[in-house]
């Protein structure tokens, strides 16, 4: 069964930094563009970051390039976001995406809240 399960997130102070965790199981992640989204309250959800299935290439939003880092590591099937100079909009639920056979999954998503 394919499964994702989010991890890492807490409340962090402004230009903090918090690193994301997206353990994958059923299925070799390697072999999947993974996307990590964010929800806000009363906001939609959006893309924030991806990586490629071939070459590891990533994709950041504008809002979090120069300061957001996606990457994976294969041997543990796992993709992280390593999240720096945080600020107050960062602050949202997070969830890492796939999609397999024309249907997307979702984990459970992890709160990051960024606050003094």
């Known amino acids: 069964q394919l499964q994702l399960v989010e991890s890492g997130g807490g409340l962090v102070q402004p230009g903090g930094s918090l690193r994301l965790s997206c353990a994958a199981s059923g299925f070799t992640l390697d072999y999947y563009v993974i996307g990590w989204f964010r929800q806000a309250p009363g906001k939609e959800r959006e893309v924030v970051s991806c990586?490629?299935?071939?070459?590891?290439?990533?994709f950041h939003a504008d809002s979090v390039k120069g300061r957001f880092t996606i990457s994976r590591d294969n041997a543990k099937n796992t993709v992280y976001l390593q999240m720096n100079s945080l600020k107050p909009e960062d602050a949202a639920v997070y969830y890492c995406?796939?999609?397999?056979?024309?249907?997307?999954?979702w984990g459970q998503g992890t709160q990051v809240t960024v606050s003094s």
């Open positions: 995406n796939v999609i397999e056979g024309g249907k997307g999954y």
């Open positions: 990586i490629s299935s071939s070459d590891g290439s990533p």
